[in-house]
């Protein structure tokens, strides 16, 4: 059990500081992995850290009001869908599985369509290995929800 | 009996040994390894998918099968963690907590 809402005015500040810039720096991994080190799955560990930092220094109680594991649970599966929604879409516009180039993205270009796909392919891995996290935390602190 | 798996452990370092003195050349530009479908990646990652990150766009266009299966063993196991760990609110009776608690009598 989380102790309720950690009593010191220093945690409560960094921590409240330092969880915006963490995700901003995660949606920054997740956005830069055409061009640089990072994607789907360091980008989504980068959210549920800032999460579970939001778990600790709040207590269950009021972080589970802010962010409820449900809705963990609900953004994993929905990140695991969209993978496999841009793998079976194109199957429907006459390409194979996972074939991004036939995504029904009529207003791109053929090889713009492709980085488009693994855009939304990464979006999804850092969906549900956000969520997977949030919610392996949550069940080991073994709290009711 | 000690010696004997002792010598056969040492049989197979041996034997391991010989084998890596087959083995290509660490970063050997020659190696089927790296001649097989690397420089077609390296080379094409551009053209196809306009992505200047090649690991990108292996791990996630060409290769991206397997991504999908490693995003569905994350998820598996988070499902697993729930469902052995979670704690259901006292309640919601269902049959599997009745059927718990009268173990535990």
């Not at chain 1, 409240?16 to 980008?43: D, E, T």
């Not at chain 2, 010598?7 to 003195?21: D, E, H, K, P």
């Amino acid at each position: 059990m989380i102790k309720q809402h950690y009593q010191s005015i220093v945690i409560q500040t960094i921590c409240s500081l330092l969880i915006p810039f963490i995700q901003l720096f995660a949606l920054y991994v997740i956005i830069h992995g055409h061009y640089g080190p990072g994607g789907g799955f360091q980008g989504g560990v980068l959210l549920a850290v800032s999460i579970i930092l939001q778990r600790l220094y709040l207590g269950s109680k009021i972080s589970y009001q802010r962010f409820s594991p449900k809705l963990a649970l609900a953004l994993a599966a929905t990140g695991l869908l969209i993978y496999g929604l841009a793998g079976i879409i194109p199957m429907i516009f006459g390409g194979s599985f996972l074939d991004y180039g036939n995504l029904p993205l009529f207003w791109v270009h053929d090889a713009e369509r492709r980085a488009l796909g693994i855009l939304i392919v990464e979006i999804g891995i850092g969906l549900a290995v956000f969520g997977t996290l949030v919610l392996i935390f949550d069940s080991l602190v073994g709290e009711r929800w | 009996m000690r010696w004997l798996k002792a010598f056969i452990m040492l049989l197979f370092v041996a034997l391991m040994l010989y084998a890596t003195s087959g083995l290509p050349d660490h970063a050997d530009p020659q190696a089927p390894a790296n001649t097989y479908v690397t420089p077609t990646y390296i080379e094409d990652t551009i053209k196809d998918t306009h992505t200047p990150n090649v690991v990108t766009s292996v791990l996630a266009d060409y290769r991206g099968y397997d991504t999908l299966g490693e995003t569905v063993v994350i998820f598996t196991a988070g499902l697993a963690c729930v469902l052995i760990l979670m704690k259901r609110k006292s309640n919601d009776k269902t049959t599997l907590s009745k059927h718990r608690h009268s173990d535990h009598m």
